[in-house]
Structures are given as C-alpha cells and as structure tokens.
C-alpha cells in the first residue's frame, strides 16, 4: 500500500520490552563489550516521596500562621555517645562525595553553603582537602573500605566519623574512580599514580561482620576521645536488620541511602537494579530504631533522591532525624545547566554536553570527567568554570527555599517544630506507597499489609 | 613537662582501654611505659601521635596501634585484627603472632612480626613497611598501594591480588599469586632493600639473595573490556 505521493506509509510500533533506549543498551553492549559506566541514581520510576501528600489542618488540626510563627529546625546528631554532638540549625546535611569525583571548587562551594546555613557537609573517598576542611564549620569524615586519603590527622579534625558500609547507587559494589578522573593532586591524595583507575573496595579491609564493627567503631571513639558522633552509613536493602546491627555495634548515627542516590561512576546495572527505594527504606529504619529503643537516642539520616522540601518533611514525618542531599546538590551548584556563570555572563555550553553525546537535563556523565559546568571534573579549565563563591551562593539559597518548603508544610500541619511531623499528616497516592510508607490510602483507612 | 625517668606500668584490667589510653596521650615525648595485663584487650594504644616507647606485656585484640603517628611499640604476645592499621610513622614489634589485616592502609612505619601473619596481612598498604618472618595467610597484600611487604616464610592463596606500586619479597614458598601480580627478577636495589629490611625487623633468617620478588604487572591499571582481563 502506498500514499497518493507513492510513499508507504510509516507504522511504527514500539515494543514494551524493547523501546528505544533498551535497544540503544542492546548495541551499546555488542559494539563495546562492556557495560554502561555512570554518573547520578537510578532513573527509573520507582515508588516515592511524590506517592505521598500531606493532609494538613483544617478544622480537626491547628495550623501555625505561616509566615509569622517560629516553625523550629534546629537537629541535632550523635548525642549517644559522643560527648561533642553535631548541632545543625537545619535537617539537612550535605552527603559524601569525594574529591576526585567532585571539583575541589565544587567541595569548597558546598562546604561554605553548608557553613552559610548551619549545617554539615561530608568528605567522600580519597580524604579531606583543606578546601574543604577551612570552607566547612561542620565537617563529616568518611571512614570508607579504600581509606584512601584517611589518616589520624584528618580524623581529629573532623566534626563527625561516618562509617561507609555501602552507599543506595550500589550496596554491595564498592566503587570506582576511572582513570581520567585522576589528577595528580587526586592520585597524592591517594597514594596512586596519576591516570590509573582507582577501585574502591566493597568491603573493609581490617573488618567484616558486626561483631567486628563494634570494635572498629570503639577504636575510632578511643582515638579521638569519645568526642565525636558516630554514623554508620549503608545502602537500602536488608533494612530492618542493617539498622538493628549498627545500632548493636554502638553507632549514634543511622545513615540510610535509598535506591535512588547517586554516584559519581557505577555500573548502570547497578544503579537501576539493586536497592530499595528511599520511601519504604525510611519507615524499615524507623521502626527498627523503635523496635530496639533507640527512638530519640540513635538518630536517623535519610538520602536518596531528596530534592524538595517536600521529600524533607515527608522523610521526616516517616522518621528520619535528617535528611543528606548529593545529585540536588550538584543539579544546584549548576549541573546539567545549559549555562555557566563566570561572573559577568552566563556562557552557552551546550555543545559540550552534545560532545559527550548528552544534552542539559539528561546529562549523567560524571565518570568522563569532562562535565560541561565545572562540578565533576579534575581538569583545571573545566573546574574553572564553577566559581566557588558563585556555587555557594546558588548553593546557600537552595538550601534556604528547601527549608523554607520544610517549615511551611510543617506549620500548615500544626507543628512548631519540623521533628513534630509525624506519619499521621500524610496520605498515600497509590497502593504502592501506602504499603511501603504505612500510611493510608488517600480517601480511606487502608494500609496494604496491616489491615483489609 | 617534664620527661620521666622511672618505668611506668600500667595495668590495663585495672584501669580499663580508655584510662591507659588516655594517659598514654598525656605522656610527653622520650616516656616508656609497659601495658601489663592486657588479656587481650582491644584498641590499646591506638591515635598516638606522641614519641613513646611502649611495651606490652601480653597479647592485645584488635587494632593495637591503630591509627598511630609515632610511638613505638614492643608485644611480648601475640595480637588481634588490624595490628598497626592505617599507621603513619613509628614502629610496632610484636614477638609472637598476628590475627587478620595486619598493618592494613599502613602509610608509613614498620610493622615487625616474628611469627606468622594471618590472611590480608598489608592489605592496602599504602606505604607503610610490614616485615613477618614466618607465614602470611591469603590474600595478603590485597590492593596494596606502596610500600614494601616481607615475608620470611610461606604465602598462601593469591598473594598480592590486585596489587599497585606495592613490592613484596617472599622467602619462602608461594602457594598462588592474585590477579595481576607477578614475579620479577631481584635487582641488586632488591637485595639491599631486603638485607635493610632484615636489619630493622631483627630478622637473621632471611637470605636477601634468595626471595621471590612480587610486584605488580600492571595489566588492571585501566578498566578495558576488549582485552580480555582476568580479575
């Protein structure tokens, strides 16, 4: 059958099970033999704080006049054992990630917005930079299976210890830091040569099981003091006894990461396949801390595609003490931006994404090193495209409106305190999040799993 | 401050880990002091950053001299986990045996056994020295990064796994070597290198002449599907 111009007329079909970028995945695989390699979390649609809304006061609840009555945030972590707890004015902290993966402007630029808004923001693997350390009131030093870059000084220096037992990008799966991504600078750091890919171990290397992790966590309190809060950090998947078992092996923090964190190199497969999502894994950590009598004495940290002051409050009013932020905080400091600022103009560099065979707001590609803004990059004219001061400043007022969406929704549910909120000021949208977040279906009383 | 001069003993099951260590941050540069019934307790001595000579009568658990910058210590006994992990300088002798991880991320220092070293003994050195003059279990010297590891006697299963710029000496038998290690000629540097490593260990039993060089073939340094590499 042809048309009246003699043409046949196109039927395009597409298939469910293979649709344009699977095929794409498909070829992808047979030309290079290998699998993808990638920046951000999961990109896939799964179950979220979105599935969730607040029912807030009307006449059964009292709401707080929104733009008068003081709406506390102050939180505070590691008030266990650490005789020096972190006091943040907001529940919000910056996450890990490293310099190496991360710009050394783009560190400085996160600790000083940390610093702006009285929170904390953490090192990452490969150690703390001075950058860093000076531009951060509040600094978290990971304790990773690499250690690279980790030494007693630094430690002392630190404001908190966080234990990384995996991260939501890929619980179980170590990590890596490809060779172009090394810098002389990062490969000192780390004790390696310069261009050589840097694998991050999956496991410990002077440690395996709980048992062990209790005695690793009393040396890191011995050696600086019992000053310093604790957190131990996983990736989501056996919840319920992760949470349980670091709380059994003393640590004051909780730090869970959903499936939706992001990475700065992984394996697509990884990031899309392993993992629970960040909605059911806040209420698993929740209850476990309940289960065991820690509510209120262990305190919990929740990441994984947090963008809103929305997600916070949701993840708060499910249980989380506070929440950490890493790809917002990078889509703030001017990732996946069309434009960059140089300080007098904002520069078009959208040809660079089309090199990298991307474009402004699809782009993941951390792991080349070569990010069109100046956020995940090593080399000195692209880093020179993040001002410190000027990502900062994007960075102060993002974390400022996020509080500011935090505390509206808090007031409108009665609260006067952020910490207030609780599973009660919120509906599920769909049956999938009511079962994972165990609040009721929107418009009835139905929690799938806890009632007919 | 003043430097003491008369031995100092602490008795460890009577004043618990956190006091001895505690003091033991307090003591000025130039002290000794001897740890004495330690039953091996764990995380003795660990974050020290001052120039003491310590002594433990004893054995020790895990991490003994973990994460330390300078002391120097002597184990009459034998220790646990991750002796010396992450040192920076100082030296750690322990006259008996070592657990798993021994000088694990070691950055600087030496770390002697005069027994043998359970598995991942130097797992991730980074530059440190660990000297054992028995055997090393498997795995030892697992992505290690720099820094030398000498082993008086056997290794077990694959020795020197992923290994970077660490080099290994090994005295005795090999049972296997990890992915990407490999054996390389002694150079006369070689030789020196050992007989020095020797010398500071207090070891006579190695011939310097006779190890087993191990270093890195440097074939996993880049991630590159199409050659066929074997992890």
Same mark, same amino acid.
């Not at chain 1, 990059?377 to 410190?388: G, H, N, V, Y």
């Not at chain 2, 330390?68 to 184990?75: E, I, L, R």
């Not at chain 2, 660990?130 to 590891?149: D, E, K, P, R, Y």
């Given at each position: 059958?042809?048309?009246?111009?003699?043409h046949?007329p196109?039927?395009?079909?597409?298939s469910?099970?293979?649709?344009?970028?699977?095929?794409?995945?498909v070829?992808?695989?047979?030309?290079?033999?290998?699998y993808?390699?990638?920046?951000?979390?999961?990109?896939r649609r799964?179950?979220?704080?979105?599935? #969730?809304t607040?029912v807030?006061a009307?006449?059964?609840?009292?709401?707080?006049?929104?733009?008068?009555?003081?709406?506390?945030?102050?939180?505070v972590?590691?008030?266990?054992?650490a005789?020096?707890p972190l006091?943040?004015?907001?529940?919000?902290?910056?996450?890990?990630?490293?310099?190496?993966? #991360?710009s050394?402007n783009?560190?400085?630029?996160?600790?000083?917005?940390?610093t702006?808004?009285?929170t904390?923001?953490?090192?990452?693997?490969g150690?703390?930079?001075?950058?860093?350390?000076?531009?951060?009131?509040?600094?978290?030093?990971q304790?990773?299976?690499?250690?690279?870059?980790f030494?007693?000084?630094?430690l002392?220096?630190?404001?908190?210890?966080?234990i990384?037992v995996?991260?939501?990008?890929?619980?179980g799966?170590?990590?890596?830091l490809?060779g172009?991504?090394?810098?002389p600078?990062?490969?000192?750091?780390?004790t390696?040569? &310069?261009?050589v890919?840097?694998?991050s171990?999956?496991?410990?290397?002077?440690?395996t099981?709980?048992?062990?992790?209790?005695?690793?966590?009393?040396?890191?309190?011995?050696?600086?003091?019992?000053?310093?809060p604790i957190?131990?950090?996983?990736?989501?998947?056996?919840?319920?006894n992760?949470?349980?078992? &670091?709380?059994?092996?003393?640590a004051?923090v909780?730090v869970?990461?959903g499936?939706?964190?992001?990475?700065?190199?992984t394996?697509?497969v990884f990031?899309?396949?392993?993992?629970i999502p960040t909605?059911?894994?806040?209420?698993l950590?929740?209850?476990?801390?309940?289960?065991?009598?820690?509510?209120?004495?262990v305190?919990?940290?929740?990441?994984?595609?947090i963008?809103?002051?929305?997600d916070?409050?949701?993840?708060?009013?499910?249980?989380?003490?506070?929440?950490?932020?890493?790809?917002? &905080?990078?889509?703030?400091?001017?990732?996946?931006s069309a434009?960059?600022?140089?300080?007098?103009?904002?520069?078009?560099?959208?040809a660079?994404?089309?090199?990298l065979?991307?474009?402004?707001g699809?782009?993941?590609?951390c792991?080349t090193?070569?990010?069109?803004?100046g956020?995940t990059t090593?080399?000195?004219e692209l880093?020179?495209?993040?001002?410190?001061?000027?990502?900062?400043r994007?960075?102060?007022?993002?974390l400022?409106a996020l509080?500011?969406e935090?505390?509206?929704?808090?007031?409108?549910?009665?609260?006067?305190d952020v910490?207030h909120?609780?599973?009660?000021?919120?509906?599920?949208l769909?049956i999938?999040?009511?079962?994972?977040?165990?609040?009721?279906?929107?418009?009835?009383?139905?929690?799938?799993?806890?009632?007919? | 401050?003043?430097?003491?001069? +008369?031995?100092?003993?602490?008795?460890?099951?009577?004043? !618990?880990v956190t006091?001895?260590?505690k003091r033991?941050?307090?003591?000025?540069? !130039?002290?000794?002091?001897?740890?004495? +019934?330690?039953?091996?307790a764990?995380?003795l001595?660990?974050?020290?950053?001052?120039?003491?000579?310590?002594?433990?009568?004893g054995?020790?658990?895990?991490? /003994?001299?973990?994460?330390?910058?300078g002391?120097?210590?002597?184990v009459v !006994?034998?220790?646990?986990?991750?002796?010396?992990?992450?040192?920076?300088?100082?030296t750690?002798?322990?006259?008996?045996?070592?657990?798993e991880?021994?000088?694990?991320?070691?950055?600087?220092? /030496?770390?002697?056994?005069?027994?043998d070293?359970?598995?991942?003994?130097?797992i991730?050195?980074?530059?440190?020295?660990?000297?054992?003059?028995?055997?090393?279990?498997?795995?030892?010297?697992?992505?290690?990064?720099?820094?030398?590891?000498?082993?008086?006697?056997?290794?077990?299963d694959?020795?020197?796994?992923?290994?970077y710029?660490?080099?290994?000496?090994?005295?005795?038998?090999?049972?296997?070597?990890?992915?990407d290690?490999?054996? +390389?000629?002694?150079?006369?540097a070689?030789?020196?290198?050992?007989?020095?490593?020797?010398?500071a260990a207090?070891?006579d039993?190695i011939?310097?002449?006779s190890?087993?060089?191990?270093?890195?073939?440097?074939?996993?340094?880049?991630?590159?599907? /199409?050659?066929?590499?074997r992890?």
């Amino acid at each position: 059958m042809t048309t009246s111009e003699g043409h046949t007329p196109l039927t395009l079909r597409p298939s469910a099970t293979f649709p344009p970028e699977t095929i794409a995945h498909v070829q992808t695989m047979s030309r290079t033999g290998r699998y993808e390699i990638r920046g951000w979390g999961a990109k896939r649609r799964v179950p979220s704080f979105d599935d #969730l809304t607040f029912v807030t006061a009307s006449l059964s609840r009292y709401p707080l006049e929104g733009y008068r009555e003081r709406c506390e945030t102050k939180t505070v972590l590691g008030s266990r054992f650490a005789s020096k707890p972190l006091e943040l004015d907001i529940p919000i902290t910056i996450a890990g990630m490293s310099f190496g993966s #991360l710009s050394a402007n783009a560190k400085e630029a996160l600790g000083r917005a940390a610093t702006n808004v009285g929170t904390s923001t953490t090192t990452g693997d490969g150690g703390m930079t001075d950058e860093e350390r000076q531009a951060s009131r509040l600094l978290v030093y990971q304790c990773l299976p690499s250690r690279y870059g980790f030494n007693p000084e630094h430690l002392k220096m630190a404001d908190a210890i966080e234990i990384v037992v995996g991260q939501g990008a890929k619980p179980g799966g170590g990590g890596m830091l490809l060779g172009q991504k090394v810098s002389p600078r990062v490969a000192g750091m780390r004790t390696l040569p &310069a261009g050589v890919d840097q694998r991050s171990a999956s496991r410990h290397p002077d440690w395996t099981g709980p048992d062990d992790l209790t005695i690793k966590i009393a040396e890191l309190r011995e050696a600086t003091g019992w000053e310093k809060p604790i957190y131990v950090k996983f990736g989501a998947t056996r919840v319920t006894n992760d949470v349980k078992l &670091a709380i059994a092996a003393g640590a004051d923090v909780v730090v869970v990461d959903g499936m939706q964190g992001g990475t700065g190199a992984t394996q697509d497969v990884f990031i899309e396949h392993t993992g629970i999502p960040t909605l059911p894994a806040v209420r698993l950590a929740a209850e476990a801390i309940r289960d065991v009598g820690k509510t209120g004495e262990v305190q919990l940290i929740v990441s994984g595609g947090i963008r809103s002051g929305a997600d916070i409050a949701k993840a708060l009013a499910l249980g989380a003490d506070a929440v950490s932020i890493g790809v917002a &905080a990078l889509i703030a400091l001017g990732c996946n931006s069309a434009f960059y600022d140089d300080g007098d103009e904002l520069i078009d560099v959208t040809a660079d994404y089309h090199a990298l065979g991307t474009a402004p707001g699809f782009c993941h590609e951390c792991q080349t090193g070569a990010c069109p803004v100046g956020v995940t990059t090593q080399t000195p004219e692209l880093s020179a495209r993040l001002d410190p001061e000027i990502g900062a400043r994007r960075m102060t007022n993002y974390l400022k409106a996020l509080t500011m969406e935090l505390a509206t929704l808090a007031r409108a549910c009665g609260k006067n305190d952020v910490h207030h909120l609780e599973p009660e000021d919120l509906a599920a949208l769909t049956i999938e999040a009511a079962a994972m977040a165990k609040v009721p279906l929107a418009g009835t009383t139905w929690i799938p799993g806890q009632s007919f | 401050m003043t430097v003491q001069t +008369e031995p100092l003993t602490l008795d460890v099951r009577a004043l !618990g880990v956190t006091e001895v260590n505690k003091r033991l941050r307090l003591l000025p540069d !130039g002290s000794a002091v001897t740890l004495a +019934e330690t039953w091996g307790a764990h995380n003795l001595g660990v974050g020290l950053t001052n120039r003491i000579s310590i002594t433990i009568q004893g054995n020790a658990g895990y991490y /003994l001299a973990g994460l330390c910058d300078g002391p120097d210590f002597d184990v009459v !006994g034998s220790v646990g986990w991750g002796v010396a992990e992450n040192l920076m300088s100082g030296t750690v002798q322990i006259h008996g045996n070592a657990s798993e991880s021994a000088a694990a991320t070691a950055h600087g220092g /030496l770390v002697a056994v005069h027994g043998d070293a359970s598995s991942r003994a130097g797992i991730s050195l980074k530059g440190g020295t660990l000297a054992v003059a028995g055997n090393v279990g498997h795995m030892s010297a697992f992505m290690a990064q720099a820094g030398t590891i000498l082993v008086g006697g056997d290794a077990g299963d694959s020795l020197g796994d992923s290994l970077y710029e660490a080099v290994i000496y090994v005295g005795g038998r090999i049972k296997s070597l990890g992915a990407d290690a490999r054996t +390389e000629d002694l150079t006369d540097a070689d030789v020196a290198k050992v007989r020095e490593l020797c010398a500071a260990a207090g070891f006579d039993h190695i011939d310097p002449e006779s190890v087993t060089k191990v270093a890195s073939a440097r074939q996993l340094y880049n991630f590159d599907a /199409l050659k066929n590499q074997r992890y």
